[in-house]
């Protein structure tokens, strides 16, 4: 666990350990939730199917492929609940393959007509 204040800068830095130089890291989706447990009922979206759903995220360059930077700011659900979990996904794709997901960027989904 980090102990951090709210509106804090929290940065972090994911990293591929792997021997092939040709992989590419890419971060699809980060939730938060109060409870380690369920992150599909109260949760808040920093970053989902590659698109920003929080004003104070940001990306940092990284000299290397296999190494994706980002931050954004400490927040809490409610005041009973001082603890905010993350669950990140990442993909890893093949460098300089732009049909793969870590090239798309954000994919928006558009919804389904509700006909009778």
């Known amino acids: ?51 920003v759903r929080d004003s104070t995220y940001g990306t940092y360059y990284s000299p290397y492929n296999h190494v994706a930077r980002f931050t954004f700011r400490a927040f809490q659900f409610i005041r009973n609940s001082p603890l905010v979990y993350l669950r990140c996904e990442l993909v890893v794709c093949r460098a300089y393959d732009y049909s793969s997901r870590c090239y798309q960027g954000c994919i928006t989904r558009s919804k389904r007509s509700a006909s009778s």
Do not use: W
């Not at 972090?12 to 890291?25: F, K, T």
């Not at 938060?32 to 920093?46: G, L, R």
């Open 1 to 51: 666990p980090y102990y951090v204040d709210i509106n804090q800068n929290l940065f972090l830095e994911a990293y591929l350990h792997s021997s092939d130089p040709n992989l590419v890291l890419f971060v699809d989706t980060c939730v938060a939730s109060p409870t380690p447990y369920n992150f599909t009922t109260v949760t808040y979206d920093i970053i989902r199917n590659g698109c």
